[in-house]
C-alpha cells in the first residue's frame, strides 16, 4: 500500500471502513485483476460502531483492500455521525479527487437507512463537482480534475439499477474481502446484536448480488445507478 496518494483509474468513497466493499468489492476485484489501479477513500474511522475497536477496523480495512487488489487506501478522518457537509469537508474530499485523478468515482447511493451513507452521497458528488472547477483552489495546490463518471452503489438496500457488472468470477474475492471485517460480520462473546452481525445480512448481500447477476444472465453482479443519463451509441446490437 502505497502512502503517497498517485493516480488511480477507479476511486471508490464509503463514510465507513466496510462500506465500499459491502456495495463494491466485486468491481474493485474485477478492475484490479484486469490491471486496473483502484484506491478506497474513507471518511470516518466508523469510531462509534457497536462492536469492535478503531484498531481493529483499520486492521480489517487493511486486509480487505490487500484482498480485493486495491492500490491505494486513505481516510480522511471525519467524525463518525459528523458528516456535516461542511466546506472544509467537501474541500478535503474534493483534493482527494484532484490527487488521484479517477476517472471513475464509486460512491453510496442516495438513499439509505444510514444517515451517514447519505451524506457520503451529497459530499462526493459535491467534490466530484468542485474538483473540476478551474478556479476552486485546495490546500495541496493540484490543478482540476474532471471525473469521467459518478456511480453510486448500494449497501443496504436494493434500487432500479442503470448498470449491473458481472461479477461472478470474482465473487468469492469479494465475499473474502466483506469477512475480513469480523468485527462487524461475525458476533464473539461479549458483543451486541447488530444488523450487520445478523444472521440474515451476509445472506441478503448474496441473495442481492445474485439477484442482479439474474438480471443480465449470470451468477452474481453489482448494481450501479448514474445520477445523469448514461450515453448509448445503439438501442439495438451492431452485426
Given amino acids: 500500500m502505497k502512502?503517497?496518494?498517485?493516480?488511480?483509474?477507479?476511486?471508490?468513497?464509503?463514510?465507513?471502513?466496510?462500506?465500499?466493499e459491502i456495495g463494491a468489492g466485486g468491481i474493485l476485484?474485477?478492475?484490479?485483476?484486469?490491471?486496473?489501479?483502484?484506491?478506497?477513500?474513507?471518511?470516518?474511522?466508523?469510531e462509534l460502531s457497536s462492536n469492535g475497536t478503531v484498531e481493529q477496523r483499520r486492521n480489517e480495512s487493511r486486509q480487505a483492500a490487500e484482498i480485493l487488489g486495491v492500490s491505494q487506501q486513505l481516510c480522511l478522518g471525519f467524525p463518525d455521525r459528523g458528516?456535516?457537509?461542511?466546506?472544509?469537508?467537501?474541500?478535503?474530499?474534493?483534493?482527494v479527487i484532484r490527487e488521484l485523478k479517477?476517472?471513475?468515482?464509486?460512491?453510496?447511493?442516495w438513499e439509505d437507512r444510514h444517515p451517514d451513507h447519505v451524506a457520503c452521497s451529497k459530499l462526493v458528488k459535491e467534490a466530484v463537482f468542485d474538483a473540476g472547477i478551474r478556479r476552486k483552489k485546495v490546500p495541496g495546490g493540484e490543478p482540476p480534475h474532471r471525473v469521467t463518471q459518478l456511480y453510486h452503489y448500494f449497501i443496504n438496500d436494493i434500487y432500479q439499477a442503470d448498470l449491473i457488472v458481472d461479477i461472478s468470477d470474482v465473487y468469492e474475492t469479494k465475499m473474502e474481502g466483506?469477512?475480513?471485517?469480523?468485527?462487524?460480520?461475525?458476533?464473539?462473546?461479549g458483543e451486541v446484536d447488530t444488523p450487520l452481525n445478523?444472521?440474515?445480512?451476509?445472506?441478503?448481500?448474496?441473495?442481492?448480488?445474485q439477484l442482479w447477476g439474474h438480471q443480465i444472465g449470470v451468477l452474481y453482479g453489482e448494481a450501479l445507478v448514474s445520477p445523469r443519463p448514461m450515453k448509448q451509441s445503439y438501442l439495438l446490437p451492431l452485426k
Wanted: hydrophobic fraction near 40%; proline fraction near 7%; charged fraction near 15%.
Fill in 198 to 209: 445478523s444472521p440474515s445480512y451476509l445472506s441478503m448481500i448474496r441473495g442481492r448480488d
Fill in 3 to 20: 502512502n503517497q496518494p498517485t493516480p488511480v483509474h477507479l476511486l471508490a468513497f464509503g463514510a465507513h471502513p466496510d462500506d465500499v
Fill in 29 to 46: 476485484a474485477k478492475h484490479a485483476a484486469a490491471g486496473f489501479t483502484t484506491a478506497i477513500c474513507n471518511l470516518t474511522e466508523a
Fill in 83 to 95: 458528516l456535516t457537509g461542511t466546506a472544509e469537508q467537501i474541500l478535503k474530499i474534493t483534493q
Fill in 102 to 109: 479517477p476517472k471513475v468515482v464509486l460512491a453510496p447511493y
Fill in 178 to 189: 466483506v469477512l475480513a471485517y469480523k468485527s462487524q460480520f461475525l458476533r464473539e462473546e
